[in-house]
């Protein structure tokens, strides 16, 4: 998969590293298994959930970057 990026679907996200379900569920997002994840974009949901679309891509990439350690 490729790089993630804001515009990302959350269900791409999840679909190709399911290491980043452990950042959902750290914060609270019920992201994974929601029924809009296939529509909504990092951005979106953290624009849903109150947070900065940067700090939630960041920790997406980071979770990403630790298990190709």
Do not use: W
């Not at 290491?19 to 959902?24: E, K, M």
């Not at 949901?45 to 350690?69: F, N």
């Amino acid at each position: 998969m490729k790089r993630i990026t804001p515009n990302t679907l959350i269900e791409e996200v999840i679909e190709g590293y399911p290491q980043t379900l452990a950042v959902f569920n750290g914060l609270k997002m019920a992201c994974p298994g929601c029924h809009i994840s296939s529509f909504h974009t990092v951005t979106d949901s953290a624009r849903e959930y109150g947070l900065r679309a940067d700090e939630l891509l960041q920790a997406l990439q980071d979770a990403v970057s630790s298990d190709d350690v």
